[in-house]
């Protein structure tokens, strides 16, 4: 899932037997409005059962590849293709989706939802990849152009056969190329990094770099690599031996990039698995019982690129307070980390059988390779000493197991939407694990503040440099000292991402440099520095959030770049005004309610359940 605009989320399900339908089949797209917590189902064509996505420079958003067409059981659609999976089902009326590339313009209430505009477009006689690709990568890059990298052709538990004879192909169930969206010529082409990590390299994690190379991450081998070129830089191992890629499926993000230094990028790896390499077994599936198998809690650092000019190594970080896979990061606006989801044992995907256990019946957990929800998040705050960064300490405790295809983003109010979980082939709502169709909303630490921001003129577009801008906040948006609210005020863009499958591609948090100016009626005046250049922060969508004392205001949706796939013009960065301070020590203790909140807390952090009937409604039932 993904957040389209200021009022609008947009989910994705595999094709399988849900009970909403549209046009005659089980619905798999949905559209849900924030505001009145209202779903309205959306047809899309082809299966989108783990496909890769991204942001566009103009706001749109871009899926590509997922799963053949497919029918009751999750069996092969009735139809099959030329690679021996599904072209289409009688029955779910899904076509194949191993190819295709379908692209969104979210709409808001104001436009006519109904039309072709606001709909899902994919048809593959117009637009598709020239590979399949089921469990691809995808990273957006400084022009807006995304490469697409890896993936299954078919599918199945690990990208491997075992013995595994054929790294590069697999006897043609792997797919070890990378391609551009758009193509502008370009031909799929053979990336090697894909051939070392045959097995292990599904989603791998990817994140543009300062340089304009890119780190990529995939088994426990890591490279930086120049895409235009296709050279790889070998960098060291993941230490420990534990795999964050699926299904390992470890919390991977990019740490906040903040101007102090220099947007140096410092990439977290926390959990996955540390399994050897046998038990991983193969397409079919694990050759051990993974629920048995306790989760990793290792966490670990990397600058890719070290300021100094050091080479770059991995560095241990705090480990999680517990081990788990299947957790995603959330790059909150105060500039913290949440983790949330996942299970303390064994791996995402789903099996009938294991090498251990040959029969379903004697599988304890239904389909599910994994046991032990984890269901109390935790913050990671990367400013903290080492040795005290992680805590949950007040945070409430989901009842709802949120294993394989849970997903979590970052809402303009700067909750977070909590949805999904169905390690199962189809639905089914009677297994240990069952399809979930309920929602959470998770009220980080900061909704306990009776007072938050309320910034004024937010520009639409942020652009690369350039002339520096003005935001407001009144004297009603803080308590005590002006002067010491405006120097702990920052100004950043949160882009959220890409939803699925416990990453969130795309996914960045830039401060950017502001200084300020205290009236002497004691609103404050930032004067804010433009984003400093593509690399850093791709072109594209992103909220803008101002925090006071680590306290965020709502966000407002930006537009970062010229909207367009191309070159974006780079500016040289203005000089801002220096910090002016009021002389007359003005204060204020105003406690009024911010009227855009969605809940009335009384403690640090709480659960709101969302109940959703097949994608169809949602209902606030209230805190817990």
């Avoid at 490469?147 to 690990?158: D, E, K, M, P, T």
Wanted: with cysteine; hydrophobic share 35%.
């Amino acid at each position: 899932m993904f957040l389209g605009n200021d009022e609008k989320v947009y989910i994705l399900d595999k094709a399988e037997g849900n009970a909403a339908t549209i046009n005659g089949h089980p619905a798999w797209g949905a559209v849900w409005d924030i505001a009145t917590q209202q779903a309205t189902v959306m047809d899309v064509v082809s299966n989108t059962f783990c496909a890769s996505g991204m942001h566009l420079p103009n706001g749109s958003w871009i899926t590509f590849g997922g799963n053949g067409a497919v029918g009751r059981g999750g069996n092969i659609g009735s139809q099959r293709n030329s690679a021996g999976s599904g072209a289409w089902d009688s029955e779910y009326q899904d076509f194949d989706g191993t190819q295709a590339i379908r692209i969104l313009n979210p709409c808001k209430n104001s436009d006519s939802l109904s039309s072709p505009k606001c709909q899902w477009f994919d048809d593959p006689n117009v637009i598709s990849m020239q590979k399949r690709r089921w469990y691809s990568a995808a990273e957006a890059l400084a022009d807006g152009s995304v490469v697409i990298i890896g993936g299954f052709v078919n599918g199945g538990y690990v990208n491997r056969n075992y013995p595994n004879v054929d790294p590069a192909f697999e006897g043609g169930a792997a797919e070890p190329t990378y391609e551009f969206y758009p193509a502008n010529g370009r031909t799929a082409t053979i990336m090697q990094f894909m051939i070392k990590t045959s097995g292990l390299n599904s989603y791998a994690h990817t994140y543009l770099l300062k340089s304009g190379l890119m780190l990529v991450q995939a088994n426990v081998s890591t490279i930086i690599w120049d895409y235009n070129n296709n050279v790889e830089f070998p960098l060291p191992d993941m230490p420990n031996n534990v795999a964050r890629v699926y299904p390992a499926s470890g919390a991977v993000t990019l740490l906040p990039l903040k101007p102090r230094n220099n947007y140096t990028q410092t990439i977290l790896f926390c959990g996955g698995s540390d399994m050897p390499d046998y038990a991983w077994g193969d397409y079919a599936y694990p050759n051990i019982n993974t629920w048995e198998y306790p989760a990793s809690k290792d966490c670990q650092r990397l600058t890719p690129e070290p300021p100094d000019g050091s080479n770059p190594a991995y560095e241990a970080d705090d480990d999680m307070l517990e081990g788990r896979t299947m957790g995603q990061f959330i790059a909150l606006p105060d500039g913290k980390l949440l983790v949330i989801n996942g299970g303390s044992n064994g791996t995402a995907g789903y099996a009938e059988a294991t090498g251990e256990t040959k029969i379903y019946g004697d599988m304890p957990y239904g389909m599910s390779l994994a046991s032990g929800p984890t269901g109390t998040p935790a913050i990671y705050d990367p400013e903290a000493p080492k040795g005290s960064r992680w805590s949950n300490a007040g945070l409430g405790t989901s009842q709802i197991a949120r294993l394989y295809h849970s997903s979590a983003i970052l809402l303009p109010d700067a909750s977070v939407l909590v949805a999904g979980s169905n390690p199962n082939a189809d639905v089914n709502l009677s297994t240990v694990f069952p399809t979930t169709y309920k929602a959470e909303i998770f009220y980080p630490p900061y909704f306990k503040a009776a007072i938050r921001p309320v910034p004024s003129g937010v520009p639409q577009t942020i652009s690369y440099g350039g002339n520096y801008f003005d935001i407001s906040i009144t004297k009603s948006s803080y308590t005590g000292s002006a002067n010491d609210a405006a120097g702990n005020t920052t100004v950043v863009l949160v882009r959220g991402g890409f939803s699925t499958h416990a990453m969130s591609m795309g996914q960045r948090h830039l401060q950017l440099n502001n200084t300020f100016t205290v009236n002497s009626n004691g609103s404050i005046t930032l004067h804010v520095a433009q984003a400093p250049n593509p690399n850093i922060f791709q072109p594209g969508p992103a909220l803008l959030f101002v925090n006071v004392r680590g306290i965020p205001s709502h966000g407002s949706m930006v537009i970062v770049g010229n909207g367009q796939i191309g070159p974006q013009s780079v500016a040289p960065a203005s000089i801002l005004p220096g910090n002016v301070y009021s002389t007359s020590n003005t204060t204020t203790t105003t406690q009024s309610k911010d009227n855009g909140s969605t809940t009335t807390l009384t403690g640090s952090s709480t659960f709101a359940a969302v109940a959703c009937i097949v994608v169809t409604a949602f209902y606030i039932l209230g805190s817990q």
